[in-house]
């Protein structure tokens, strides 16, 4: 008799496998380099192609009786099933491949074999000569398949970060050649001559074409009700649709917004606080703005003071290497636009120590001083405290290296892990640190600032998921759009016109922070309910201890009953 678990087993293996082969970047980023010489094939041609191992592979997984294998098998085959759907939408429906330009960068694939040393600097020059090689007929063929109404937006965004891969053509590849030639491997590096001089010829050509498209695109930014819903449900994996999100997030701006005001009445001794109170009490905090030359070690000091709390106040075990392996860099340029920090933490499959990135892009030098000082003081010093814990300790960081140690029959949970649940459990983590009292041991006016800024990060995040939904579902106008922002959520209005363009070129992702927030905040008090007695490090152990699930499927894993926000 066949083994059901053997067979899903096996069926997930293959099916993995294919995805990465069809995606060799995606491969990469993952940590598995056996296509580290190639990129993808953009063409219509291999999305056919890709479109017939996705039902096949559907199918297949159709045909296995999960319903007879172990829990955490059974859960990871309806992560895949989710997965292979996904895809099959994004082939089918939404059809980005056609309209975004931004998704045709061969840069992200160079970036990554020189970002990290998971091999020696000759191999990944080797795989990198590749790429190279592969860069004009990919450019090409990319131009061929953007035959959509392209929007302008992402045809500006696409050529502001084509300028960052031809920057890392020529500054980063040369300097990665030039260390070959010391380290006595100038063959390596004589290797690259041709192809890097043929792949930057490519990416100047491309950014002539994107430099007309710009002048030209009339595309349409929202994806319309019908898409939208489609690929929130696949996003966050939740039974919670569009008009749920919006109803929740309504009320949940009330009672944020309250709490602000308090807060901000108690730091002032305010008898009678308002909005304006809340205002006043957030400029004088954003007075204490770094500077390009020092966000990026107020943000190395704020992460070994997040670190340091969440340690000595036992809210979850962190690794004893952490903080070595954890690098406070300035974003790469290929990778602005979108957000002003994020976390890279090594590849979900890969084998070899390397470090995680906490990426923090400073202002752009083109912009003007009054954006540029409006920019710091969003970024103010306090609000630099509230991100290292979002993107580092509790948060991101912690999370995925907790992550990275779950092991299971399959790697579908590792390879396809959830936004939905690593985005909530980093807002999440905010919230922990400030009812814990985080810089309460400096002093309590710091404490009292840390906490507005977390205050205005679940304004803001809360704002996200109504700019989201009504964005892509309706006719929000920029003007609607910024008064929400700037009157509600107290933002600068730098900030506030980044994340309008942040808006427009990305769907559903900015609903994951809210939606993900609500449900590990809910799990996380059925969980202490249930475990009467345990402490806060062995819940959050015990929570980050199953991978980076969904969270529908953190509730199954940690046997609590289904939740519907």
């Given at each position: 008799?066949?083994?059901?678990?053997?067979t899903?087993?096996?069926?997930?293996?293959?099916?993995?496998?294919?995805?990465?082969?069809?995606?060799?970047?995606?491969?990469?980023?993952?940590?598995?380099?056996?296509?580290?010489?190639?990129?993808?094939?953009?063409?219509?041609?291999?999305?056919?192609?890709?479109?017939r191992?996705?039902r096949?592979?559907?199918?297949?997984?159709?045909?296995?009786?999960?319903?007879?294998?172990?829990?955490?098998d059974?859960?990871?085959a309806?992560?895949?099933?989710?997965?292979?759907?996904?895809e099959?939408?994004?082939?089918?429906?939404?059809?980005?491949?056609?309209?975004?330009?931004?998704?045709?960068?061969?840069?992200?694939?160079?970036?990554?074999?020189l970002?990290?040393?998971?091999?020696?600097?000759?191999?990944?020059?080797?795989?990198?000569?590749?790429?190279?090689?592969?860069?004009?007929?990919?450019?090409?063929?990319?131009?061929?398949?953007?035959?959509?109404?392209?929007?302008?937006?992402?045809?500006?965004?696409?050529?502001?970060?084509?300028?960052?891969?031809?920057?890392?053509?020529?500054?980063?590849?040369?300097?990665a050649?030039?260390?070959?030639?010391?380290?006595g491997?100038?063959?390596?590096a004589?290797?690259?001559?041709?192809?890097?001089a043929?792949?930057?010829a490519?990416?100047?050509?491309?950014?002539?074409?994107?430099?007309?498209?710009?002048?030209?695109?009339?595309?349409?930014?929202?994806?319309?009700?019908?898409?939208?819903?489609?690929?929130?449900w696949l996003?966050?994996?939740?039974?919670?649709?569009?008009?749920?999100?919006?109803a929740?997030?309504?009320?949940?701006?009330?009672?944020?917004?309250?709490?602000?005001?308090?807060?901000?009445?108690?730091?002032?001794?305010a008898?009678?606080?308002?909005?304006?109170?809340v205002?006043?009490?957030?400029?004088?905090?954003?007075?204490d703005?770094?500077?390009?030359?020092?966000?990026?070690?107020?943000?190395?000091?704020?992460?070994?003071?997040?670190?340091?709390?969440t340690?000595?106040?036992?809210l979850?075990?962190?690794?004893?290497?952490?903080?070595?392996?954890?690098?406070?860099?300035?974003?790469?340029?290929?990778?602005?636009?979108?957000?002003?920090?994020?976390?890279?933490?090594?590849?979900?499959?890969?084998?070899?120590?390397?470090?995680?990135?906490?990426?923090?892009?400073?202002?752009?030098?083109?912009?003007?001083?009054?954006?540029?000082?409006?920019?710091?003081?969003?970024?103010?010093?306090?609000?630099?405290?509230?991100?290292?814990?979002?993107?580092?300790?509790?948060?991101?960081?912690?999370?995925?290296?907790?992550?990275?140690?779950?092991?299971?029959?399959?790697?579908?949970?590792?390879?396809?892990?959830?936004?939905t649940?690593?985005?909530?459990?980093?807002?999440y983590?905010?919230e922990?640190?400030?009812?814990?009292?985080?810089?309460?041991?400096?002093?309590?006016?710091?404490?009292?600032?840390?906490?507005?800024?977390q205050?205005?990060?679940?304004?803001?995040?809360?704002?996200?998921?109504?700019?989201?939904v009504?964005?892509?579902?309706?006719?929000?106008?920029?003007?609607?759009?910024?008064t929400?922002?700037?009157?509600?959520?107290?933002?600068?209005?730098?900030?506030?016109?980044?994340?309008?363009?942040r808006?427009?070129?990305?769907?559903?992702?900015?609903?994951?922070?809210?939606?993900g927030?609500?449900?590990?905040?809910?799990a996380?008090?059925?969980l202490?309910?249930?475990?009467?007695?345990?402490?806060?490090?062995?819940?959050?152990?015990?929570?980050?201890?199953?991978?980076?699930?969904?969270?529908?499927?953190l509730?199954?894993?940690?046997?609590?009953?289904?939740?519907?926000l």
């Open positions: 008799m066949t083994d059901p678990a053997a899903f087993a096996s069926a997930a293996a293959v099916v993995l496998a294919d995805a990465l082969e069809h995606n060799p970047v995606r491969a990469s980023l993952l940590g598995v380099h056996a296509y580290d010489d190639r990129l993808p094939d953009p063409s219509a041609e291999a999305e056919d192609g890709r479109l191992d996705v096949s592979a559907l199918a297949a997984l159709d045909s296995i009786p999960t319903e007879d294998i172990g829990e955490p059974a859960i990871d309806e992560i895949l099933r989710t997965a292979l759907t996904s099959l939408v994004a082939h089918t429906q939404l059809l980005e491949a056609q309209w975004n330009p931004m998704t045709h960068n061969p840069g992200r694939g160079i970036a990554v074999l970002a990290r040393d998971f091999a020696p600097l000759p191999e990944r020059l080797a795989s990198l000569a590749g790429r190279l090689r592969a860069t004009p007929d990919y450019l090409a063929a990319a131009r061929a398949r953007l035959d959509g109404p392209i929007p302008r937006i992402h045809a500006e965004t696409a050529l502001a970060q084509f300028r960052g891969t031809l920057a890392l053509l020529d500054v980063v590849v040369p300097g050649a030039a260390q070959a030639v010391d380290q491997a100038g063959q390596s004589r290797a690259l001559e041709q192809p890097l043929d792949a930057r490519a990416v100047v050509e491309h950014l002539g074409w994107l430099e007309a498209l710009q002048a030209t695109a009339t595309g349409a930014a929202r994806l319309g009700p019908e898409r939208y819903a489609a690929k929130l996003t966050l994996d939740t039974p919670m649709d569009g008009p749920t999100l919006l929740r997030a309504q009320v949940d701006l009330d009672r944020v917004s309250e709490q602000i005001v308090t807060e901000a009445g108690r730091l002032r001794g008898a009678r606080a308002d909005a304006g109170t205002r006043d009490v957030l400029d004088r905090l954003a007075d703005a770094p500077t390009g030359a020092t966000i990026l070690d107020g943000a190395r000091t704020a992460l070994r003071e997040a670190i340091a709390f340690r000595d106040h036992g979850v075990t962190v690794p004893d290497d952490l903080e070595a392996m954890l690098e406070v860099i300035e974003m790469p340029e290929i990778d602005r636009g979108i957000a002003v920090a994020h976390c890279r933490p090594p590849g979900a499959l890969e084998t070899a120590a390397l470090p995680t990135f906490f990426a923090v892009s400073p202002a752009p030098a083109s912009w003007s001083p009054e954006r540029i000082a409006s920019f710091y003081r969003e970024y103010n010093s306090h609000m630099l405290y509230d991100l290292a814990v979002h993107e580092g300790v509790p948060g991101h960081a912690l999370q995925m290296a907790h992550s990275r140690r779950y092991r299971g029959n399959t790697d579908v949970r590792r390879a396809y892990w959830s936004g649940f690593t985005e909530g459990w980093a807002v983590a905010e922990l640190v400030a009812d814990h009292g985080f810089r309460a041991d400096a002093s309590p006016e710091l404490a009292g600032a840390l906490r507005m800024q205050l205005k990060m679940q304004l803001r995040m809360i704002i996200n998921a109504i700019l989201d009504r964005f892509h579902t309706g006719e929000l106008s920029e003007g609607e759009a910024m929400l922002m700037i009157e509600r959520g107290f933002q600068e209005e730098g900030e506030a016109a980044g994340k309008w363009r808006v427009q070129l990305t769907s559903t992702q900015l609903s994951t922070y809210y939606v927030y609500l449900e590990v905040r809910e996380m008090a059925d202490r309910a249930a475990r009467l007695g345990a402490s806060e490090r062995e819940l959050h152990d015990e929570a980050l201890s199953h991978g980076s699930l969904p969270p529908r499927h509730r199954e894993a940690l046997h609590l009953e289904a939740a519907y």
